[in-house]
């Protein structure tokens, strides 16, 4: 405990900032996969199985064409594809989501495990320098500035467009008539119905594009994060996103807030490492800052409903 | 061309094995208020999503504007030019009233949504008509009577000029829908073309041009308005006489059962939280709570019956104090209880007409002895029990998802009636029922009281409230704005009190 209050200016400092950035990207690439469905009234419990394949082909891909653009491109339809397992069930045939999104990650763990093995004949992992990954994007004129150095002059470009896709997102849902629909449709579908909007189509639009957020994600976590392919590299990290997602009540910005919180856990955690604290206690802490999340946020939810729904003020 | 502007012929709907629509016939003159009218469960409601394509028909022909529809699906039928107000307003609650105008038809200013054109629009017709509406309140926030102004505008904006009107007063008070009429009238004479369904034959009478008559599933005929009266509607909607009015004793109230004194009790709806009701139910009596739906009847009963928590105040049952006790020890001193919605309160569905029957007693002899049920003792008393109350099919080991709205209701009043409790709570007793239940369970409410139970009656028919009640306490937003006696009670004076207003002597 003492060194780490006497090493506490080596862990808190300027550079817990973008490290915290660089933890929750997966994390909130993840999350607005899941808030994209989410809008739609469809909980992605597969966000995690989209992203682990996104994250494998990502990887395949680039090897053998050497190229990270095509490997994100082939990453992202192989989150469409996968996505659509999750759509067809859910939407055409009434699968629960809970069930199908589960089969969705239990399969997305078996197939690329055994990819890898077929593939490259390798168990556990592949990394390469035959794989290409996503640049990073160097500000020269930054680099001497003190702080603001530190923090933006070596982003990956996938952080730089993960800040694109929240706005992004943020004017699609609010602002434009897909979102209008999309969030009818979630609400009271039967309304969007009677409006003359084609329920299962925007259901089916949504959840291919949370499909290719999802590959996204995946494709991120092995050529930008990392520039490797781990079995189960997403470790939860979709599930995370699905946390944070409800945290922010489906809002990207206000979900993308949640993820940072979990980015935060992350970073301290491993800097904490360093100081003596046992590494099993370090891997605990985003899951147990997972579990804090959702419950203060459903129980401000739930006091603020019963402040609201009393009879008393 | 004919002179219809819509005209459906020879239609046959159904729903697995269950024929909504046996023999379906109906048109339409353009510029005319046109009703269709029939008991629950007629298939009055049905022909009318055909028509705006809600679902395909089995047979039959649909032609609108001399064009005969093929395939119709509701974005088909708006774009030739009908519009629908269903019955459960079709509203996403946590959109504004804009959002929901625009929904599906909304204009665009480059790859944005162009509010403001749309908001121009839409005043147009606000004007137009005199239908105020508040276009940036979320509808979560806005009264019923406003709502169903929205879905008015709404069909206006997608370019209706026959409009279909679902039960609209169903859920307005008279002085709302006096409103609702005076814009109805002002839409025909701009020449547009409006379908009215209803049961309530007045309304009826003041508003239609012609009248057509449902009767299950079969199409009865259509009248001019001037060549029909109300009763002769009555005889072609049910196809016998019925006489509703029951014959009221006017016994003496005996002893206070219940009291409720000052409860305060939370909702889920801001307009319905109880903000300090007191009431009280005498032996002998019927107590009828009369209010628009949603203004707290339903909490307030969930309250007395440990449903709900009391936030304040207390709940005393035969001089007990059962305030904050679970339901089944307010049962237990000396409740019964007609829950507002059967299906899910008031029967487990699944389950056999039998087991129904004895579920609050299945603990008590003779149904039960130690561990051991008593089948042979519950088969006598359902035997009895469904002769007693007319219930078909009479097998009594049928699940009760057999039974119809009617037949299901009649399980659940002869389950809590025959207990002879001594208050009997009576939420929408006749709710989607037939006529011919309708008079069984308002004799049965009518008998307990004769033997002494106190009675406490909600229902959103206010005919019902009048006819069955002795005396009549009327809420609004959560509040008592009113007592009456039954006998001084009309349409007029309550109708005002359920709008919040006070009663001008």
């Known amino acids: 405990m003492g060194a780490i209050i006497e090493n506490l200016d080596k862990i808190i400092n300027v550079s817990l900032i973008y490290a915290t950035f660089r933890s929750a990207t997966p994390i909130i690439f993840a999350a607005l996969c899941a808030a994209i469905t989410q809008q739609a009234n469809i909980l992605n419990v597969g966000t995690e199985g989209i992203m682990l394949v996104g994250a494998f082909t990502a990887v395949a891909v680039s090897y053998f064409t050497g190229s990270w653009v095509v490997g994100v491109a082939a990453a992202m339809l192989a989150g469409v594809l996968i996505a659509m397992i999750i759509g067809i069930g859910h939407i055409k045939y009434g699968a629960d989501n809970c069930a199908i999104g589960m089969g969705v990650n239990m399969l997305a763990l078996a197939i690329t495990k055994f990819l890898l093995n077929v593939v ?12 290409d990954p996503i640049p990073r994007v160097k500000l020269e004129f930054l680099s001497e500035v003190p702080i603001l150095g530190e923090i933006f002059c070596n982003w990956s470009i996938a952080e730089w467009f993960v800040i694109i896709l929240i706005i992004a997102l943020q004017f699609l849902f609010y602002k434009t008539v897909w979102g209008l629909r999309l969030r009818a449709v979630g609400q009271f579908p039967e309304a969007a119905k009677t409006a003359g909007i084609n329920v299962n189509k925007i259901k089916y639009q949504a959840v291919a594009f949370a499909g290719m957020i999802g590959g996204l994600a995946g494709a991120h976590l092995s050529l930008g994060y990392s520039t490797q392919f781990v079995e189960n590299m997403t470790s939860n990290r979709g599930f995370m996103g699905v946390a944070a997602m409800y945290f922010g009540g489906a809002n990207p910005v206000f979900t993308s807030l949640g993820c940072l919180l979990f980015g935060f856990a992350d970073s301290v955690g491993a800097r904490l490492q360093a100081y003596g604290i046992p590494s099993q206690f370090v891997l605990m802490m985003p899951y147990i800052v997972t579990i804090a999340v959702l419950s203060v946020s459903m129980a401000v939810k739930l006091s603020a409903n019963k402040k609201r729904q009393s009879s008393l003020n | 061309m004919s002179e219809y502007v819509v005209s459906m012929s020879n239609i046959v709907k159904t729903f697995g094995t269950v ?48 064009k005969k529809m093929d395939r119709l699906d509701p974005k088909t039928a708006i774009e030739h030019g009908i519009g629908m107000v269903h019955q459960e307003f079709m509203l996403v609650e946590e959109l504004t009233v804009l959002e929901n105008i625009i929904l599906g038809f909304e204009p665009t200013k480059g790859l944005t949504i162009d509010f403001d054109s749309a908001r121009k629009e839409v005043q147009k017709y606000i004007d137009q008509y005199d239908m105020e509406v508040q276009l940036d309140k979320k509808i979560s926030q806005i009264s019923v009577g406003e709502a169903q102004r929205v879905e008015i505008i709404k069909t206006l904006m997608r370019g209706a000029d026959v409009i279909i009107l679902d039960e609209p007063t169903a859920v307005l008070t008279p002085q709302e829908a006096r409103r609702l009429f005076e814009i109805l009238k002002n839409l025909r004479e701009d020449g547009k073309s409006l379908v009215f369904i209803s049961h309530k034959l007045d309304e009826v009478m003041e508003i239609s041009n012609r009248i057509s008559v449902m009767r299950q599933g079969q199409y009865m005929g259509t009248v001019n308005k ?17 006489f509703l009015n029951i014959d009221k004793s006017y016994g003496k109230a005996g002893k206070t059962v219940l009291e409720v004194k000052d409860v305060w009790v939370s909702s889920n709806k801001e307009t319905s939280k109880i903000r300090g009701m007191s009431l009280h139910v005498n032996e002998g009596e019927i107590v009828g709570i009369a209010g628009i739906d949603g203004n707290g009847q339903s909490e307030l009963i969930e309250a007395i019956t440990g449903i709900r928590k009391v936030e304040k105040g207390s709940v005393i049952l035969n001089g007990k104090d059962i305030t904050n006790f679970n339901p089944k020890k307010v049962r237990d001193a000396g409740l019964a209880h007609i829950p507002e919605d059967r299906n899910k309160r008031g029967l487990n569905r699944t389950m056999s007409i039998v087991d129904n029957l004895v579920a609050v007693q299945l603990d008590e002899a003779p149904f039960s002895k130690g561990m051991m049920v008593q089948k042979a003792d519950q088969d006598k008393y359902a035997e009895e029990k469904v002769k007693q109350f007319d219930i078909r099919p009479t097998d009594y080991n049928l699940p009760t998802s057999a039974l119809s709205g009617g037949n299901a209701q009649k399980v659940v009043v002869a389950r809590e009636v025959s207990m002879g409790k001594p208050l009997l709570i009576a939420s929408q007793p006749t709710r989607g029922v037939d006529v011919g239940a309708i008079e069984i369970i308002r004799n049965t409410l009518e008998k307990a009281k004769k033997e002494g139970a106190g009675v406490l009656l909600v229902s959103a028919e206010l005919e019902e409230i009048i006819s069955l009640s002795d005396r009549i306490v009327v809420i609004h937003e959560g509040k008592i704005t009113g007592e009456l006696m039954a006998s001084e009670a009309n349409e007029n004076n309550l109708g005002l009190l359920m709008m919040g207003g006070k009663e001008s002597k």
Do not use: C, W
């Not at chain 2, 001037?226 to 072609?236: A, F, G, V």
């Open chain 1, 120 to 131: 490259f004949g390798m168990n556990g992992s592949f990394s390469s320098p035959e794989i």
């Open chain 2, 19 to 66: 024929q909504a629509v046996r023999h379906g016939e109906f048109n339409l003159k353009k510029g005319e208020i046109h009703s269709l009218i029939g008991e629950n469960g007629a298939g009055k409601s049905t022909m009318m999503k055909l028509l705006y394509g809600m679902y395909p028909i089995n047979s039959g022909e649909i032609i609108v504007k001399g």
């Open chain 2, 226 to 242: 001037e060549e029909t009266s109300p009763l002769d509607l009555t005889k072609r909607m049910i196809g016998r006489e019925v």
